[in-house]
């Protein structure tokens, strides 16, 4: 399942808050360092991490997918190994046990009671 990638109102809401400034006066400059060109500035370096940051969940994705695919295979593989364990020693020896089997000698099968 891939993750959402991110949106930002606040960067929508400052596209919007930056272009009624540059309507004023292309120029705008309220002191105190607001200006029309230092807004801008911040609002295209948060948008830059937003896109790193969505980048860098895609590659995460795309780790994960690979995972999942090696992990499937590595179960696969584990499966059919312990059965040719069993095919050549049996599921009673010694050797399926170390691999990870349970000796069939071992398996308790619990009768069933009738209810009175």
Known sequence: MARTK????????????????????PDLDLGNGYSATTYEAEI???????EKYNE?????????????????????????ILNAVAAIYGKDSIEYEKVGGVRTSLIKHHKKTKAA
Do not use: P, W
């Not at 795309?62 to 995972?67: C, P, Q, V, W």
């Open 44 to 50: 295209n370096e948060t948008e830059t991490i937003l």
């Open 56 to 80: 860098k969940l895609s590659e995460i994705d795309g780790l994960r997918n690979e995972f999942l695919v090696k992990e499937k295979n590595l179960g696969e593989t584990s499966k059919r």
């Open 6 to 25: 991110k949106t930002s109102t606040v960067i929508t809401g400052s596209r919007h808050r930056h272009a009624g400034m540059t309507a004023i006066k």
